[in-house]
């Protein structure tokens, strides 16, 4: 069974890093695309970057380029999102997602999230 645990989040100041990390589990992920997607109070949820799994093409929301790094460790099975010049409106649970086959959304797989709070 597929398992995606994502950490890191927090409460940081506008301007400020966070990184996240999102740790698989369950099978090999060696076809698999994998992203982070996010979901804002009162809004709904919005891919915000995604990478191949062995071919390390990424491709990034508008809201995040320039800001946000997207990275992966395949022999740790482990996803990163580096967040940089944070702002208020990147408050938001940050979720994992994976998907077996090139491409994301659509997304088989979700982890719980990860609450990141960007104060002004």
């Known amino acids: 069974q597929v398992q995606l645990v994502e950490s890191g989040g927090g409460l940081v100041q506008a301007g400020g890093s966070l990184k996240l990390s999102c740790a698989a589990s369950?099978?090999?992920?060696?076809?698999?695309?994998m992203g982070w997607f996010r979901q804002a109070p009162g809004k709904e949820r919005e891919f915000v970057a995604r990478i191949s799994w062995k071919g390390s093409s990424s491709f990034y929301a508008d809201s995040a380029k320039g800001r946000f790094t997207i990275s992966r460790d395949i022999a740790q099975n482990t996803v990163y999102l580096q967040m940089n010049y944070l702002k208020p409106e990147d408050t938001a649970v940050y979720y994992c997602t994976a998907r077996r086959g090139p491409g994301l959304p659509p997304v088989d797989y979700w982890g719980k999230g990860t609450l990141v709070t960007v104060s002004s």
């Open positions: 369950g099978r090999s992920f060696s076809s698999y695309t």
